[in-house]
Every structure is written in C-alpha cells, then in structure tokens.
C-alpha cells in the first residue's frame, strides 16, 4: 500500500515539474523574455548656471516636486550689478559729450555759413571796387598824358613869348595836380589789393571752420561706436544678470541636488538634475536571438526588481535598427580573420501604459508577446 502511494506521488511529481516545463517553455516561446532592462526618461536634466559665481540661495530639496519656471537656485548678482551701472554711467556720460558735440557742431556750421556769406560778398564787393578803381587809373592816366603834351607845348609857346607865363602856369599846376590825383589813386588800388587778399584769406578761414565741422562729426561717429560697444556690453551683463536665476526647465522631481548653499560655482558646473515621471519609459537590450516576432506595437509585461508583486504593462514603441555594439568606441577588429561570434543585442523601447511608484536607473525583466503567438 506504501508503495503504490509512494509511485502516485512520484507521477504526480514528475507531472508537475513536466507541466512547470512545458509552461516555462512555452512562456519563452510565446514571449521574447529578457532581465536587461532599465527604467528611464526622455526627460532627465542635469540643470547649471551660464554664469560663475557664489551660489547664495537654494530653494528647493531632493525628491520636491517643481513647476516649469519656478526659480529653483540663486547667485548673488552684486559684483555684475555694479558692473552694470558702471556701464550705464559710462553711457550716459557719452550720450552728454554726443549731444555736446552735436551742439558745437551745428554752432560751427551756423558760424560757417556767416563767414562765408560774408567773406564771399566782401571779397566780391572789394573786386568790383577794384575794377572800378583800375577804370579811373586807366582814365585817368590817358588825360594826364593829354595834360603832360599841353604843358610840353605851353612851355614851348612861353619861350617863344608866345603866351604869358601865367596861363603855362595854369596848365603847369593842373598836370601837377592830376599826377598828384594818380599817385593818390594808385596808393588806394595798392590798398584796395591788400584788402582783396585778407577777403581771400577769410574764405579760407571759412574752410577751416569746414574741415573743423569734418573732425567734429568724425569724433561724434567714433563716440556713437563706442556707445554701440558699450550697450552691447549692457546686454551681454543684463543677460548674465538674468542668469543669476536659475530656473525649472519643466515639471518633474529633484533626482539630486549637488551641494548647499552659499557655495562657489563655475559656469557649467551642476546644481540640480531635474526628471520628469511622466517621461519615463523602458528600455531593453534584447538579444538578437530573442527578435523573432518582435515587432512595434507588441505588448509588454514588464516586472520591477525594486517593486515585487506589481506588474506593469507596455508597448513596444520603436526597435533600433543597429546593434548596440556599432557605435562602440573600440569597434571590433576582424581583418586579421580571427573572430569570435557574439550575441549581439538591440535597443527596444517599450511605451509604459501607467509609470506610478516608477523611477529612472530602477532595473526590469520584461517580457514581449511575440507576434503569431
């Protein structure tokens, strides 16, 4: 009796483990099972300031929640505040010497137009009184000519006692009187001639002033680029002012903070990493023996090691189309003809149906239902 329940347990036995089996390879057969999987996110950002400086205010801890925008870190912007205002002060004070400029310049300009105006009528007015007095010379040395003649034949006539000494006397006094005249006439003309150069020489004193208005507006043109310059330095430091702040790029959880405040920091160098839950995926290595049936939208069982008992559920999203291994950065080596097989592995990304009490790095077995199955 002993014995035969001893062979009824020992059949059952073997019909449990050949049942167990059977399911096991079944499973395997009907689903691509692999335990190389992650939990991670589309979205995981390690966060930092575009600036240096001493980090003087962290408002947020590990495991807090944010809101895109909301400010999480702060820098003390004194030293770039200062900086600032020194630039400010720089340009105002430019803008003071421009305007001055501009003033002294159209002041210029003005003054330039009176002297010419003046200058040029002047000069104009003494030529023509030169002409004039040329005319009169011309005139005037024609009758003295006449007036010599008659006194040459009045002297003539006296010696011959052909008229009194008197009248030669009076044609005498008035040749005298008349090369007395043309000397006079000809010591204005010289000063007339004087006058005329000093006219000239106001004309050109008037293009002094012109080339003066040149230098002023060439100075105004280089104050104005230096302005330029400065107010781009004014909003290169409003930006880095602005960076002083740094801020949630958008919702998630503080995965980690990096150090407390106050502390010294580079630009570039992290302060928060930032995830997002509602990014998160799985992904999988999956053999490349185990890609039979395995296609997009297949579904998914997805197991967690840090969560026992709770199962989740996905899609298969996208398949890499190469290999993990081929953009390795010691690619492999086979011209030499010596090769080793290896089971090659390809990225399979599984969209999850619901991520609560997920987070990225956390380790999965999955298991993909293969088509046809």
């Given at each position: ?22 399911r096991y ?7 691509a ?5 992650f ?37 003390d ?34 003054t ?60 005498d ?11 006079a ?76 405040a ?31 049936g ?38 492999r ?41």
């Amino acid at each position: 009796m002993s014995g035969r329940v001893g062979s009824i347990l020992i059949v059952l036995l073997l019909s449990f483990f050949i049942y167990m089996g059977y399911r096991y390879i079944h499973y395997r057969n009907v689903n691509a099972v692999s335990d190389a999987a992650f939990i991670k996110s589309d979205q995981l950002s390690t966060l930092s300031f575009k600036v240096g400086g001493r980090v003087v205010n962290m408002r947020v801890e590990e495991n807090e929640k944010v809101r895109r925008g909301e400010l999480l870190a702060e820098i003390d912007p004194v030293d770039l505040k200062t900086k600032r205002d020194g630039v400010l002060h720089s340009i105002e004070s430019l803008e003071k010497e421009i305007e001055a400029a501009r003033l002294s310049k159209e002041r210029l300009k003005e003054t330039l137009r009176l002297k010419s105006e003046i200058s040029r009528e002047n000069l104009k007015a003494l030529q023509m009184k030169r002409e004039g007095k040329r005319h009169e010379i011309l005139s005037l040395e024609e009758k003295l000519e006449k007036s010599r003649k008659d006194t040459e034949r009045y002297h003539n006539m006296l010696e011959k006692r052909l008229i009194a000494k008197a009248d030669y006397e009076s044609v005498d006094t008035a040749y005298r009187s008349m090369s007395e005249t043309l000397l006079a006439m000809r010591k204005s003309l010289q000063v007339l001639e004087a006058e005329i150069e000093k006219a000239k020489r106001g004309v050109e004193l008037a293009e002094l002033t012109r080339r003066e208005i040149e230098e002023t507006q060439k100075s105004i043109e280089a104050m104005e680029a230096r302005k330029r310059a400065l107010k781009s330095s004014l909003e290169e430091l409003e930006k880095s002012i602005s960076y002083t702040k740094l801020h949630a790029p958008f919702d998630g959880v503080v995965a980690k903070k990096f150090f407390d405040a106050p502390h010294m920091v580079k630009r570039g160098s992290p302060v928060y990493a930032i995830v997002d839950p509602a990014s998160l995926y799985c992904e999988v290595l999956l053999s490349e023996k185990k890609l039979t049936g395995v296609h997009r939208g297949n579904r998914v069982k997805i197991e967690v090691d840090a969560l026992k008992g709770r199962t989740f559920r996905g899609v298969v999203e996208s398949i890499s189309p190469t290999s993990a291994s081929t953009f390795s950065l010691v690619p492999r080596d086979i011209a030499s003809g010596e090769f080793t097989k290896l089971d090659q592995r390809f990225k399979v990304r599984i969209r999850l149906e619901k991520a609560e009490g997920l987070r990225a790095g956390m380790g999965a077995t999955v298991a993909i239902e293969r088509s046809g199955a």
